[in-house]
T-cell receptor
Framework: AQSVTQLGSHVSVSEGALVLLRCNYS??????LFWYVQYPNQGLQLLLK??????LVKGINGFEAEFKKSETSFHLTKPSAHMSDAAEYFC?????????????FGKGTLLTVNP | NAGVMQNPRHLVRRRGQEARLRCSPM?????VYWYRQLPEEGLKFMVY????????ESGMPKERFSAEFPKEGPSILRIQQVVRGDSAAYFC????????????FGQGTRLTVV
Protein backbone atom coordinates (compact mmCIF):
# COMPACT_ATOMS: atom_id res chain seq x y z
CA ALA A 1 0.00 0.00 0.00
CA GLN A 2 1.11 3.50 -0.72
CA SER A 3 1.34 6.28 1.82
CA VAL A 4 2.32 9.93 1.89
CA THR A 5 3.78 11.92 4.75
CA GLN A 6 3.88 15.68 4.70
CA LEU A 7 6.22 16.98 7.36
CA GLY A 8 4.78 20.03 9.05
CA SER A 9 1.07 20.66 9.05
CA HIS A 10 1.75 24.40 9.14
CA VAL A 11 4.62 26.32 7.56
CA SER A 12 5.04 30.06 7.95
CA VAL A 13 7.41 32.14 5.80
CA SER A 14 8.01 35.80 5.15
CA GLU A 15 7.17 37.34 1.82
CA GLY A 16 10.17 36.92 -0.47
CA ALA A 17 11.59 33.99 1.49
CA LEU A 18 12.16 30.47 0.24
CA VAL A 19 9.22 28.11 0.43
CA LEU A 20 10.00 24.46 1.19
CA LEU A 21 7.19 21.98 1.73
CA ARG A 22 8.25 18.43 2.45
CA CYS A 23 6.73 15.23 1.14
CA ASN A 24 7.90 11.68 1.57
CA TYR A 25 6.17 8.68 0.13
CA SER A 26 6.15 4.98 0.61
CA UNK A 27 5.67 2.75 -2.40
CA UNK A 28 7.09 -0.55 -3.60
CA UNK A 29 7.78 0.97 -7.02
CA UNK A 30 8.24 4.62 -7.99
CA UNK A 31 4.74 6.05 -8.31
CA UNK A 32 3.32 9.06 -10.04
CA LEU A 33 3.66 12.07 -7.76
CA PHE A 34 1.57 15.22 -7.56
CA TRP A 35 1.35 18.49 -5.71
CA TYR A 36 -2.01 20.24 -5.44
CA VAL A 37 -2.94 23.61 -3.98
CA GLN A 38 -6.24 24.39 -2.33
CA TYR A 39 -7.33 27.94 -1.56
CA PRO A 40 -10.00 28.43 1.13
CA ASN A 41 -13.32 26.92 0.11
CA GLN A 42 -11.99 26.13 -3.33
CA GLY A 43 -11.20 22.99 -5.26
CA LEU A 44 -7.85 21.39 -5.90
CA GLN A 45 -5.58 22.88 -8.49
CA LEU A 46 -2.70 20.85 -9.87
CA LEU A 47 0.64 22.58 -9.32
CA LEU A 48 2.85 19.96 -10.89
CA LYS A 49 3.28 16.25 -11.41
CA UNK A 50 6.07 13.74 -11.85
CA UNK A 51 5.31 10.97 -14.29
CA UNK A 52 8.64 9.99 -15.79
CA UNK A 53 12.00 11.15 -17.08
CA UNK A 54 13.03 14.52 -15.66
CA UNK A 55 13.32 14.39 -11.90
CA LEU A 56 13.09 18.15 -11.51
CA VAL A 57 9.57 19.19 -12.35
CA LYS A 58 8.49 22.77 -12.91
CA GLY A 59 4.94 23.78 -12.23
CA ILE A 60 2.72 26.79 -12.22
CA ASN A 61 3.20 29.95 -10.16
CA GLY A 62 6.96 29.46 -9.92
CA PHE A 63 6.84 26.20 -7.97
CA GLU A 64 9.03 23.22 -8.65
CA ALA A 65 9.66 19.84 -7.08
CA GLU A 66 12.43 17.29 -7.29
CA PHE A 67 11.85 13.56 -7.26
CA LYS A 68 14.56 11.81 -5.26
CA LYS A 69 14.17 8.08 -5.44
CA SER A 70 16.91 7.34 -2.91
CA GLU A 71 15.18 9.53 -0.35
CA THR A 72 11.62 8.66 -1.45
CA SER A 73 10.93 12.38 -1.42
CA PHE A 74 9.18 14.92 -3.60
CA HIS A 75 9.65 18.25 -1.84
CA LEU A 76 8.00 21.38 -3.21
CA THR A 77 9.96 24.62 -3.43
CA LYS A 78 9.58 28.20 -4.56
CA PRO A 79 12.50 30.65 -4.38
CA SER A 80 10.47 33.66 -3.29
CA ALA A 81 7.12 33.51 -1.52
CA HIS A 82 4.30 35.79 -2.49
CA MET A 83 1.28 36.69 -0.39
CA SER A 84 -0.94 34.96 -2.91
CA ASP A 85 0.83 31.65 -2.19
CA ALA A 86 -0.96 31.38 1.15
CA ALA A 87 -3.04 28.22 0.85
CA GLU A 88 -3.06 24.55 1.75
CA TYR A 89 -0.80 22.25 -0.21
CA PHE A 90 -1.32 18.53 -0.71
CA CYS A 91 1.17 15.96 -1.89
CA UNK A 92 -0.31 12.86 -3.51
CA UNK A 93 0.80 9.63 -5.15
CA UNK A 94 -0.83 7.14 -7.47
CA UNK A 95 0.43 3.80 -8.71
CA UNK A 96 1.64 3.51 -12.26
CA UNK A 97 -0.25 0.34 -12.92
CA UNK A 98 -3.85 -0.72 -12.92
CA UNK A 99 -5.09 1.47 -10.07
CA UNK A 100 -3.54 4.66 -11.41
CA UNK A 101 -6.79 6.50 -10.66
CA UNK A 102 -6.40 6.09 -6.90
CA UNK A 103 -4.64 9.06 -5.44
CA UNK A 104 -3.33 8.74 -1.91
CA PHE A 105 -3.04 12.17 -0.33
CA GLY A 106 -0.99 13.51 2.49
CA LYS A 107 -2.76 15.41 5.23
CA GLY A 108 -1.75 18.75 3.83
CA THR A 109 0.49 21.65 4.79
CA LEU A 110 -1.00 25.06 5.43
CA LEU A 111 1.32 27.75 4.14
CA THR A 112 1.14 31.19 5.73
CA VAL A 113 3.00 34.09 4.14
CA ASN A 114 3.80 37.03 6.41
CA PRO A 115 4.29 40.54 5.02
CA ASN B 1 -14.03 24.41 -22.36
CA ALA B 2 -15.64 24.64 -18.98
CA GLY B 3 -13.96 22.86 -16.12
CA VAL B 4 -15.42 20.12 -13.96
CA MET B 5 -18.70 21.47 -12.62
CA GLN B 6 -20.06 20.42 -9.29
CA ASN B 7 -23.34 21.47 -7.77
CA PRO B 8 -24.45 22.53 -5.41
CA ARG B 9 -21.36 24.16 -3.94
CA HIS B 10 -22.86 24.06 -0.47
CA LEU B 11 -25.53 21.70 0.79
CA VAL B 12 -27.16 21.57 4.19
CA ARG B 13 -29.16 18.55 5.19
CA ARG B 14 -30.82 17.46 8.40
CA ARG B 15 -29.94 14.08 9.84
CA GLY B 16 -31.90 11.37 8.06
CA GLN B 17 -32.38 13.27 4.81
CA GLU B 18 -30.87 12.38 1.46
CA ALA B 19 -28.04 14.28 -0.19
CA ARG B 20 -27.48 14.32 -3.95
CA LEU B 21 -24.23 15.70 -5.27
CA ARG B 22 -23.78 16.30 -8.97
CA CYS B 23 -20.68 16.31 -11.11
CA SER B 24 -20.50 17.27 -14.77
CA PRO B 25 -17.15 16.24 -16.22
CA MET B 26 -15.16 18.29 -18.65
CA UNK B 27 -16.14 17.96 -22.28
CA UNK B 28 -14.59 14.84 -23.77
CA UNK B 29 -13.96 13.24 -20.37
CA UNK B 30 -15.65 9.90 -19.79
CA UNK B 31 -13.90 8.95 -16.53
CA VAL B 32 -15.14 10.34 -13.22
CA TYR B 33 -13.71 9.98 -9.73
CA TRP B 34 -15.16 10.99 -6.39
CA TYR B 35 -13.04 11.90 -3.38
CA ARG B 36 -14.04 12.95 0.13
CA GLN B 37 -12.21 15.41 2.36
CA LEU B 38 -13.05 15.07 6.01
CA PRO B 39 -12.12 17.91 8.38
CA GLU B 40 -8.40 18.02 9.17
CA GLU B 41 -7.66 15.20 6.74
CA GLY B 42 -6.49 14.81 3.20
CA LEU B 43 -8.72 13.61 0.45
CA LYS B 44 -9.63 9.96 0.20
CA PHE B 45 -10.70 8.03 -2.87
CA MET B 46 -14.30 6.88 -2.93
CA VAL B 47 -15.30 5.63 -6.37
CA TYR B 48 -14.30 5.53 -10.03
CA UNK B 49 -16.93 5.46 -12.75
CA UNK B 50 -17.11 5.38 -16.50
CA UNK B 51 -20.28 5.96 -18.44
CA UNK B 52 -22.90 3.53 -17.07
CA UNK B 53 -20.27 1.52 -15.19
CA UNK B 54 -18.82 1.51 -11.71
CA UNK B 55 -15.19 0.51 -12.11
CA UNK B 56 -13.99 0.65 -8.52
CA GLU B 57 -16.07 1.51 -5.45
CA SER B 58 -13.61 0.22 -2.89
CA GLY B 59 -13.54 3.55 -1.07
CA MET B 60 -17.27 3.89 -0.65
CA PRO B 61 -18.86 3.24 2.73
CA LYS B 62 -20.77 -0.02 2.55
CA GLU B 63 -24.11 1.48 3.44
CA ARG B 64 -26.08 4.58 2.46
CA PHE B 65 -23.66 5.70 -0.25
CA SER B 66 -24.12 5.08 -3.97
CA ALA B 67 -22.83 6.59 -7.18
CA GLU B 68 -23.83 6.55 -10.80
CA PHE B 69 -22.70 8.01 -14.10
CA PRO B 70 -25.53 7.57 -16.60
CA LYS B 71 -25.21 7.66 -20.35
CA GLU B 72 -26.69 11.13 -20.35
CA GLY B 73 -26.29 13.70 -17.63
CA PRO B 74 -23.96 14.24 -14.71
CA SER B 75 -22.50 11.76 -12.30
CA ILE B 76 -24.43 11.60 -9.04
CA LEU B 77 -23.14 10.76 -5.59
CA ARG B 78 -26.07 9.90 -3.38
CA ILE B 79 -26.01 9.68 0.39
CA GLN B 80 -29.11 8.33 2.05
CA GLN B 81 -30.11 9.00 5.66
CA VAL B 82 -27.23 11.37 6.26
CA VAL B 83 -25.50 11.50 9.62
CA ARG B 84 -23.28 14.20 11.15
CA GLY B 85 -20.18 12.20 10.22
CA ASP B 86 -21.03 12.63 6.54
CA SER B 87 -20.24 16.35 6.82
CA ALA B 88 -17.30 16.86 4.49
CA ALA B 89 -16.20 18.31 1.20
CA TYR B 90 -16.85 16.00 -1.73
CA PHE B 91 -14.71 16.47 -4.81
CA CYS B 92 -15.19 15.12 -8.26
CA UNK B 93 -12.48 14.79 -10.87
CA UNK B 94 -12.66 13.80 -14.51
CA UNK B 95 -10.19 12.65 -17.14
CA UNK B 96 -10.19 11.68 -20.81
CA UNK B 97 -8.42 8.41 -20.08
CA UNK B 98 -8.11 6.30 -16.98
CA UNK B 99 -5.77 7.70 -14.36
CA UNK B 100 -5.13 10.95 -12.55
CA UNK B 101 -2.22 12.27 -14.60
CA UNK B 102 -4.60 14.13 -16.91
CA UNK B 103 -7.44 14.63 -14.44
CA UNK B 104 -8.99 17.88 -13.26
CA PHE B 105 -10.85 18.46 -10.03
CA GLY B 106 -14.06 20.38 -9.54
CA GLN B 107 -14.65 23.02 -6.88
CA GLY B 108 -16.29 20.54 -4.57
CA THR B 109 -19.57 20.31 -2.70
CA ARG B 110 -19.44 21.10 0.98
CA LEU B 111 -22.03 19.04 2.79
CA THR B 112 -23.11 20.03 6.26
CA VAL B 113 -25.39 17.75 8.22
CA VAL B 114 -27.27 19.45 11.05
Amino acid sequence: AQSVTQLGSHVSVSEGALVLLRCNYSSSVPPYLFWYVQYPNQGLQLLLKYTSAATLVKGINGFEAEFKKSETSFHLTKPSAHMSDAAEYFCAVSPRGGSNYKLTFGKGTLLTVNP
Amino acid sequence: NAGVMQNPRHLVRRRGQEARLRCSPMKGHSHVYWYRQLPEEGLKFMVYLQKENIIDESGMPKERFSAEFPKEGPSILRIQQVVRGDSAAYFCASSPLTGMTEAFFGQGTRLTVV
